[in-house]
């Protein structure tokens, strides 16, 4: 008996400056994991970053990767444990949304998923050169998952990295560093001991970063300490949680006098808190109750919703921990006899998920991976209807962004993938309106051909099982067997 369960994460906001009221756009969402058939981690990092950007040439942008209870995610992921460094770091879910119809342009990402002890000065270094910019970053455990993103005549940056030596923190560092104040735009950290900056143009007026701490049970006292931050020009860049207690990560940055931010500090069940404002942070505590900031200046803060979408084991699909009864193409991935695939199934039924949830206007902020005291997984959705902009850029692709698919990209396996793609384009043309269907070759000795997907009937079925039968033969596989998962409905 198979189990997968299927999880949550934590969101990282991308919003720029302002725009058209997000009630004016309805938005579409696409769930984005890892999908290549390697195990290592440089394949695995690979394979995400090539997903994510295929889409960001259709137009989408991140707008959240997945963060929240790190064990929740391992067992929803399917992470391998990978020694004491935890689990595969890059198998991470990416939520990447964009206006619906709207003009939308082109994008391009960078993930990288560093450990506190993983060098990254030379990393940032080349990124920085090859234009890329800080946009998002998630805690995960032990894990920063964080997003770089190129975008056309975009003003350069500096990105350079700290980590505690010599008794001084990274933070106290930067901080001495000749010329950092000045230039100081974004400050990201990658554990409790090692982070970076993003350096812009000098300023008059230096920057600066404080972290605030308080229990969970006084977590909202903290508000009497960032106000009068908040109005000298300090924003809420980070809420983290570290065992029982809750920061607060504080930035002014270089330039910066003033602020009408008004900061919000919440802490409730689930998806209750923070129900309007800019969401700046949220973390999950370990009984599930999520603490979170918002920024509620201005005459009209934005609307936020929050969802608690459970996990149960769904027998129909052979016990995979799902948010409810599978459809015919979910429960049709989870048949593959491919291992990326229920990753696969996962980020397809979460999409339905925040489709049917959304509200008009709304589009995802947070997606947090949570627990409660009885153990049920679940996740909890954020969304906005934040005025979102569109900043200048080459229009994107218009054609139909490309689905997700398992890579067939393991050693060896490079002949088996091109008889494959000729199988199934055919098998595509043959189905036509009997369903959705494919091939997949086995990748070794004596196992059979599996034949996948949905069709609308039990004669439709006999009929694709006999067409898909004499396309193996036609194209020179006629010994192998078929193993036929294909799933009727009326």
């Not at 979910?330 to 979460?350: G, I, Y």
């Not at 679940?378 to 139909?400: I, K, N, Y």
Request: with cysteine; hydrophobic share 45%.
């Amino acid at each position: 008996m198979r189990m997968f369960v299927f999880v949550v994460l934590f969101l990282a906001l991308l919003v720029p400056v302002a725009a058209p009221p997000a009630a004016a756009l309805s938005w579409e969402h696409r769930v984005v994991v890892p999908t290549t058939m390697r195990t290592d981690e440089a394949s695995v990092a690979a394979s995400l970053e090539a997903n994510v950007n295929q889409l960001a040439a259709h137009g989408y942008e991140i707008v959240a990767v997945a963060g929240g209870d790190a064990a929740v995610l391992d067992t929803l992921l399917g992470r391998r444990q990978a020694g004491a460094g935890g689990a595969e770091r890059p198998v991470a879910l990416v939520v990447m949304a964009r206006p619906a119809g709207g003009r939308a342009i082109a994008r391009e990402y960078r993930l990288l998923h560093p450990e506190e002890s993983t060098p990254l000065a030379d990393t940032l270094a080349r990124l920085a050169a090859d234009g890329f910019a800080y946009r998002a970053s998630e805690l995960d455990g032990p894990v920063t998952h964080l997003v770089f993103e190129r975008r056309e005549g975009a003003e350069p940056v500096e990105l350079r990295a700290y980590r505690n030596q010599f008794r001084k923190s990274w933070m106290e560092q930067l901080l001495a560093d000749e010329g950092v104040p000045a230039r100081l735009r974004a400050v990201v950290p990658v554990g409790l001991g090692a982070g970076f900056v993003e350096l812009g143009s000098p300023q008059e007026s230096p920057g600066d970063v404080r972290w605030l701490s308080a229990h969970d049970y006084d977590f909202s006292t903290l508000e009497e300490k960032v106000a009068p931050l908040a109005r000298s020009g300090y924003g809420v860049e980070m809420v983290r949680r570290r065992e029982s207690n809750f920061d607060l990560l504080m930035v002014r940055p270089a330039g910066a006098s003033g602020s009408a931010a008004r900061f919000d500090l919440d802490a409730g069940s689930w998806g209750a808190p923070c129900g309007s404002g800019r969401l700046a942070g949220a973390a999950v505590a370990a009984d599930g109750r999520v603490f979170c900031a918002a920024d509620r200046g201005g005459a009209a803060p934005p609307a936020n919703r929050g969802y608690d979408l459970t996990v149960r084991p769904i027998a129909k699909a052979d016990d995979a921990l799902l948010f409810r009864v599978p459809t015919c193409s979910v429960e049709a991935r989870l048949r593959s006899r491919r291992a990326p695939s229920a990753r696969l199934a996962f980020a397809l039924q979460l999409e339905r998920e925040i489709a049917r949830n959304l509200e008009a206007g709304h589009r995802v902020t947070r997606l947090l991976a949570a627990a409660d005291g009885n153990g049920q997984r679940r996740l909890v959705l954020f969304t906005s209807d934040a005025a979102v902009a569109q900043p200048r850029g080459r229009a994107a692709d218009p054609g139909p962004a490309p689905a997700l698919a398992v890579l067939l990209d393991t050693v060896g396996d490079d002949l088996t993938r091109q008889r494959e793609a000729a199988i199934n384009a055919e098998l595509a043309s043959a189905a036509g309106e009997d369903g959705s269907l494919w091939i997949e070759l086995p990748t070794r000795r004596g196992a059979p051909a599996t034949l996948l997907g949905c069709v609308r009937g039990s004669v439709a079925r006999d009929r694709v099982a006999d067409v898909a039968r004499g396309i193996l033969i036609r194209r020179g596989q006629g010994e192998l067997r078929l193993d036929d998962r294909v799933i009727s409905f009326l």
